[in-house]
C-alpha cells in the first residue's frame, strides 16, 4: 500500500517558535508538496519540490521554507510560528502521472 | 497561471437524487485534471483523473466527470447519492507539458445528504 507519512497529527507550538513538520512517502516519487487546508479556502500550496534539493514556491510561501535533502522527505519549516499559521497542513507526493496521495494532515495550533 | 474555481461552497441533495459539483479550470493547455473527495476527519482520496481520451471518465464510488474543452469544465455528477456521501469535494488541475509541476486544488464544495 502506498504511503504519505506525516510526523505528528497534533502540535501546539508557542508564537515565535520554529517548528518542523516532517514528511515521509515510500513510493519513490518526484515530486511532493506541502499544502495548508482552512475552511473556505481548500487546499493552498505553500511550496514544492521535484526532485532532491530542487523546490519552488506555491501560492502562500511567506512565512516558510522547505528542505529536501532526500528523495523520500520533504520538511517544512515555519522560522518563526504565528497564530496565523494555525492551520491544518498537507503533504502530498506524486509521480509522472500527476497523482497526488496524501498523508493524514498535521493540525498546527499556534498560540 | 492556473487557477480551479469551484462556485458552490456548499450543496444538500436529498438521499438518491442525482447530484453535480461544477468545477472550472484555467490554463492554456490541456491539463490532467482530478476530483478528491475527503470524508470528515479522513484524509483526501482520488475519485477519478483525465488527461486524454474520452471525454466522460469513470469513477470510484460510482462517480463520473465530463472534460468540456469549449467550457473549461470539469464537472463531477452521481445519479444517485447516498448518504455515506456527505463530505467534501476538490477540484485540482495539473500541467500536461511537465510532471515537475505544482497541482492547484480549488476551494471545495462541502456536501451535505438530506434523508
Known amino acids: 500500500d502506498v504511503k504519505v507519512t506525516q510526523s505528528s497529527r497534533y502540535l501546539v507550538k508557542r508564537t515565535g517558535e520554529k517548528v518542523f513538520l516532517e514528511c515521509v512517502q515510500d513510493?519513490?516519487?518526484?515530486?511532493m508538496f506541502w499544502y495548508r487546508q482552512d475552511p473556505g479556502l481548500g487546499l493552498r500550496l505553500i511550496y514544492f519540490?521535484?526532485?532532491?534539493?530542487?523546490?519552488e514556491k506555491g501560492d502562500i510561501p511567506e512565512g516558510y521554507s522547505v528542505s529536501r535533502e532526500k528523495k523520500e522527505r520533504f520538511s517544512l519549516i515555519l522560522e518563526s510560528a504565528s497564530t496565523n499559521q494555525t492551520s491544518m497542513y498537507l503533504c502530498?507526493?506524486?509521480?509522472?502521472?500527476?497523482?497526488?496521495?496524501f498523508g493524514q494532515g498535521t493540525r498546527l495550533t499556534v498560540v | 497561471a492556473q487557477s480551479v474555481t469551484q462556485p458552490d461552497i456548499h450543496i444538500t441533495v436529498s438521499e438518491g437524487a442525482s447530484l453535480e459539483l461544477r468545477c472550472n479550470y484555467s490554463?492554456?493547455?490541456?491539463?490532467?485534471l482530478f476530483w478528491y473527495v475527503q470524508s470528515p476527519g479522513q484524509g483526501l482520496q482520488l475519485l477519478l483523473k483525465?488527461?486524454?481520451?474520452?471525454?466522460l471518465v469513470q469513477g470510484i464510488k460510482g462517480f463520473e466527470a465530463e472534460f468540456k474543452r469549449s467550457q473549461s469544465s470539469f464537472n463531477l455528477r452521481k445519479p444517485s447519492v447516498h448518504w455515506s456521501d456527505a463530505a467534501e469535494y476538490f477540484c485540482?488541475?495539473?500541467?500536461?507539458?511537465?510532471?515537475?509541476?505544482?497541482?492547484?486544488f480549488g476551494s471545495g464544495t462541502r456536501l451535505s445528504i438530506r434523508p
Open positions: 502530498a507526493s506524486s509521480s509522472g502521472d500527476r497523482e497526488a496521495f
Open positions: 513510493m519513490d516519487h518526484e515530486n
Open positions: 519540490s521535484y526532485d532532491v534539493k530542487m523546490k
Open positions: 490554463y492554456g493547455a490541456t491539463p490532467y
Open positions: 483525465y488527461f486524454s481520451g474520452d471525454t
Open positions: 485540482a488541475v495539473a500541467p500536461g507539458y511537465s510532471s515537475a509541476s505544482k497541482i492547484i
